[in-house]
Protein backbone atom coordinates (compact mmCIF):
# COMPACT_ATOMS: atom_id res chain seq x y z
CA UNK A 1 0.00 0.00 0.00
CA UNK A 2 0.66 3.93 -0.66
CA UNK A 3 2.56 5.53 2.35
CA UNK A 4 4.70 8.56 2.87
CA UNK A 5 6.23 9.37 6.24
CA UNK A 6 7.88 13.22 6.87
CA UNK A 7 10.85 13.36 9.21
CA UNK A 8 12.92 16.85 10.48
CA UNK A 9 13.43 18.79 12.94
CA UNK A 10 10.52 20.07 15.34
CA UNK A 11 12.31 22.84 16.58
CA UNK A 12 14.24 25.53 14.32
CA UNK A 13 15.64 28.89 15.27
CA UNK A 14 14.80 32.02 12.86
CA UNK A 15 17.41 32.76 10.02
CA UNK A 16 17.99 28.87 9.72
CA UNK A 17 17.36 26.73 6.55
CA UNK A 18 14.93 23.76 7.37
CA UNK A 19 15.37 20.28 5.88
CA UNK A 20 12.42 18.04 5.46
CA UNK A 21 12.59 14.19 4.06
CA UNK A 22 9.38 12.01 2.96
CA UNK A 23 10.19 8.84 2.46
CA UNK A 24 7.55 6.40 0.84
CA UNK A 25 6.88 3.22 -0.33
CA UNK A 26 4.30 1.69 -2.67
CA UNK A 27 4.84 3.99 -5.25
CA UNK A 28 8.01 4.92 -7.55
CA UNK A 29 9.06 8.25 -8.39
CA UNK A 30 10.53 7.14 -11.27
CA UNK A 31 6.70 5.84 -12.87
CA UNK A 32 5.70 8.07 -15.74
CA UNK A 33 3.22 10.82 -14.58
CA UNK A 34 4.27 10.24 -10.68
CA UNK A 35 4.80 13.30 -8.62
CA UNK A 36 4.63 14.77 -5.18
CA UNK A 37 4.68 17.57 -3.53
CA UNK A 38 5.03 19.42 0.02
CA UNK A 39 2.47 21.09 1.48
CA UNK A 40 1.82 22.92 4.74
CA UNK A 41 -0.21 24.44 7.39
CA UNK A 42 0.03 26.96 10.36
CA UNK A 43 -2.26 25.86 13.52
CA UNK A 44 -5.51 26.37 13.10
CA UNK A 45 -5.48 27.92 9.19
CA UNK A 46 -5.72 26.46 5.97
CA UNK A 47 -3.76 24.35 3.43
CA UNK A 48 -0.60 26.18 1.50
CA UNK A 49 1.22 24.29 -1.37
CA UNK A 50 4.77 24.51 -1.31
CA UNK A 51 6.36 22.44 -4.38
CA UNK A 52 6.51 19.68 -6.39
CA UNK A 53 8.99 17.44 -8.24
CA UNK A 54 8.31 15.07 -10.99
CA UNK A 55 9.18 11.76 -12.43
CA UNK A 56 11.38 13.35 -14.66
CA UNK A 57 12.94 15.59 -12.43
CA UNK A 58 10.60 19.02 -13.18
CA UNK A 59 10.31 21.06 -10.21
CA UNK A 60 7.57 23.33 -9.53
CA UNK A 61 7.34 25.91 -6.59
CA UNK A 62 4.99 28.29 -4.79
CA UNK A 63 5.62 31.75 -6.52
CA UNK A 64 5.33 33.63 -3.28
CA UNK A 65 7.87 30.89 -1.59
CA UNK A 66 10.45 29.97 -4.84
CA UNK A 67 13.30 31.99 -3.41
CA UNK A 68 13.42 30.04 -0.12
CA UNK A 69 12.62 26.63 -1.57
CA UNK A 70 14.43 23.27 -2.90
CA UNK A 71 12.86 20.20 -3.50
CA UNK A 72 14.91 17.31 -5.20
CA UNK A 73 14.51 13.57 -5.36
CA UNK A 74 16.56 10.50 -4.04
CA UNK A 75 15.07 7.83 -6.11
CA UNK A 76 17.10 5.23 -5.23
CA UNK A 77 16.00 5.52 -1.37
CA UNK A 78 12.59 6.69 -2.17
CA UNK A 79 12.77 10.06 -1.17
CA UNK A 80 11.97 13.72 -1.60
CA UNK A 81 13.73 16.15 0.05
CA UNK A 82 12.19 19.97 0.89
CA UNK A 83 14.93 23.04 2.06
CA UNK A 84 13.15 26.26 3.22
CA UNK A 85 15.85 28.61 3.92
CA UNK A 86 15.75 31.70 6.60
CA UNK A 87 12.90 30.34 8.48
CA UNK A 88 10.86 32.55 10.39
CA UNK A 89 8.07 32.20 13.23
CA UNK A 90 5.39 32.68 10.88
CA UNK A 91 6.92 29.83 8.54
CA UNK A 92 5.65 27.79 12.54
CA UNK A 93 3.58 24.66 10.63
CA UNK A 94 2.75 20.96 9.67
CA UNK A 95 4.29 20.04 6.85
CA UNK A 96 3.13 17.35 4.69
CA UNK A 97 3.99 15.38 1.46
CA UNK A 98 1.70 14.13 -0.25
CA UNK A 99 1.52 12.21 -3.88
CA UNK A 100 0.32 13.51 -6.87
CA UNK A 101 -0.85 10.63 -9.42
CA UNK A 102 -2.02 12.68 -12.44
CA UNK A 103 -0.80 16.00 -11.65
CA UNK A 104 -4.24 17.80 -10.12
CA UNK A 105 -5.28 16.52 -7.18
CA UNK A 106 -3.18 14.83 -3.95
CA UNK A 107 -4.53 10.96 -3.38
CA UNK A 108 -1.96 10.17 -0.12
CA UNK A 109 -0.63 12.22 2.67
CA UNK A 110 1.67 11.96 5.29
CA UNK A 111 1.22 12.03 9.07
CA UNK A 112 2.56 15.49 8.70
CA UNK A 113 5.41 16.78 11.12
CA UNK A 114 5.02 20.07 13.14
CA UNK A 115 7.78 22.22 12.53
CA UNK A 116 7.92 24.94 15.28
CA UNK A 117 10.44 28.44 14.69
CA UNK A 118 11.19 30.08 17.63
CA UNK A 119 14.44 31.17 19.24
CA UNK B 1 -3.78 33.58 -9.01
CA UNK B 2 -7.07 31.95 -8.71
CA UNK B 3 -8.84 32.24 -5.18
CA UNK B 4 -10.76 29.92 -3.66
CA UNK B 5 -13.50 31.30 -1.57
CA UNK B 6 -15.61 28.22 0.65
CA UNK B 7 -18.91 29.21 2.33
CA UNK B 8 -20.19 29.00 5.09
CA UNK B 9 -17.25 29.14 7.23
CA UNK B 10 -18.91 26.74 9.43
CA UNK B 11 -22.34 24.60 9.11
CA UNK B 12 -23.72 23.92 12.25
CA UNK B 13 -26.19 20.56 11.67
CA UNK B 14 -27.53 17.12 13.32
CA UNK B 15 -26.60 13.84 12.39
CA UNK B 16 -28.81 12.77 9.56
CA UNK B 17 -29.03 16.28 8.33
CA UNK B 18 -27.40 17.26 4.39
CA UNK B 19 -24.95 19.11 4.19
CA UNK B 20 -24.07 21.51 1.14
CA UNK B 21 -21.12 23.05 0.45
CA UNK B 22 -19.64 25.75 -1.60
CA UNK B 23 -16.43 26.59 -3.05
CA UNK B 24 -16.16 29.26 -5.62
CA UNK B 25 -13.44 30.52 -7.79
CA UNK B 26 -12.09 33.66 -8.85
CA UNK B 27 -12.17 32.66 -12.53
CA UNK B 28 -13.01 29.73 -14.15
CA UNK B 29 -11.73 26.54 -12.93
CA UNK B 30 -12.00 23.53 -15.04
CA UNK B 31 -13.97 20.72 -13.76
CA UNK B 32 -11.43 18.24 -13.79
CA UNK B 33 -8.73 20.14 -11.64
CA UNK B 34 -11.29 20.74 -8.85
CA UNK B 35 -10.66 18.56 -5.45
CA UNK B 36 -12.51 18.33 -2.09
CA UNK B 37 -10.65 16.87 0.89
CA UNK B 38 -11.73 16.32 4.54
CA UNK B 39 -9.52 17.24 7.46
CA UNK B 40 -10.42 16.12 10.67
CA UNK B 41 -8.25 17.34 13.81
CA UNK B 42 -4.46 15.71 14.12
CA UNK B 43 -5.02 14.31 10.87
CA UNK B 44 -3.63 14.95 7.25
CA UNK B 45 -6.43 15.45 4.65
CA UNK B 46 -7.98 12.45 2.84
CA UNK B 47 -9.07 13.15 -0.31
CA UNK B 48 -12.91 12.67 -1.13
CA UNK B 49 -13.62 14.09 -4.31
CA UNK B 50 -11.46 14.88 -7.17
CA UNK B 51 -12.44 16.31 -11.33
CA UNK B 52 -15.16 17.84 -9.24
CA UNK B 53 -17.42 14.84 -8.92
CA UNK B 54 -15.52 11.61 -8.75
CA UNK B 55 -15.44 10.05 -5.70
CA UNK B 56 -11.81 8.65 -4.49
CA UNK B 57 -11.40 5.45 -3.48
CA UNK B 58 -13.26 4.04 -0.45
CA UNK B 59 -15.21 7.32 -0.25
CA UNK B 60 -18.86 6.50 0.95
CA UNK B 61 -21.59 7.26 -1.46
CA UNK B 62 -23.05 10.05 0.95
CA UNK B 63 -20.39 12.12 -0.63
CA UNK B 64 -20.60 13.92 -3.93
CA UNK B 65 -19.32 17.06 -5.91
CA UNK B 66 -20.94 18.89 -8.66
CA UNK B 67 -20.41 22.38 -10.58
CA UNK B 68 -18.26 23.87 -12.82
CA UNK B 69 -16.75 27.13 -14.11
CA UNK B 70 -16.38 29.20 -11.00
CA UNK B 71 -18.96 27.29 -8.35
CA UNK B 72 -18.37 24.15 -7.12
CA UNK B 73 -20.50 22.03 -4.14
CA UNK B 74 -19.69 19.25 -2.00
CA UNK B 75 -23.14 17.27 -0.83
CA UNK B 76 -23.01 15.36 2.13
CA UNK B 77 -26.82 13.23 1.90
CA UNK B 78 -26.94 11.91 5.38
CA UNK B 79 -24.04 13.42 7.79
CA UNK B 80 -22.56 10.32 9.95
CA UNK B 81 -20.98 11.20 12.95
CA UNK B 82 -17.58 10.31 11.27
CA UNK B 83 -18.25 13.57 8.86
CA UNK B 84 -17.98 16.20 11.30
CA UNK B 85 -14.27 18.01 10.00
CA UNK B 86 -13.06 20.39 7.90
CA UNK B 87 -12.89 20.35 4.33
CA UNK B 88 -11.57 21.88 1.85
CA UNK B 89 -11.61 22.64 -1.75
CA UNK B 90 -8.39 22.87 -3.87
CA UNK B 91 -7.28 23.54 -7.70
CA UNK B 92 -4.98 22.99 -9.78
CA UNK B 93 -3.60 25.62 -12.08
CA UNK B 94 -1.78 24.89 -15.15
CA UNK B 95 -0.14 27.51 -16.04
CA UNK B 96 2.10 28.58 -13.95
CA UNK B 97 1.63 25.48 -11.71
CA UNK B 98 0.62 25.76 -8.91
CA UNK B 99 -2.46 24.33 -6.45
CA UNK B 100 -4.71 26.61 -4.74
CA UNK B 101 -7.05 25.66 -1.15
CA UNK B 102 -9.89 26.96 0.01
CA UNK B 103 -9.90 28.29 3.47
CA UNK B 104 -12.18 25.62 4.77
CA UNK B 105 -15.56 24.92 5.85
CA UNK B 106 -15.87 23.45 9.29
CA UNK B 107 -19.30 21.05 9.58
CA UNK B 108 -19.55 20.79 13.52
CA UNK B 109 -22.54 19.27 15.77
CA UNK B 110 -25.60 21.57 16.33
Known amino acids: QVTLKESGPALVKPTQTLTLTCTFS??????????VSWIRQPPGKALEWLAR???????FYNTSLNTRLTISKDTSKNQVVLTMTNMDPVDTATYYC???????????WGQGALVTVSS | EIVLTQSPGTLSLSPGERATLSCRAS???????LAWYQQKPGQAPRLLIY???SRATGIPDRFSGSGSGTDFTLTISRLEPEDFAVYYC???????????FGQGTKVEIK
Open chain 1, 98 to 108: ARIPTGTYFDF
Open chain 1, 26 to 35: GFSLTTNGMR
Open chain 2, 51 to 53: GAS
Open chain 2, 27 to 33: QSVSSSY
Open chain 1, 53 to 59: IDWDDDK
Open chain 2, 90 to 100: QQYGSSPRTYT
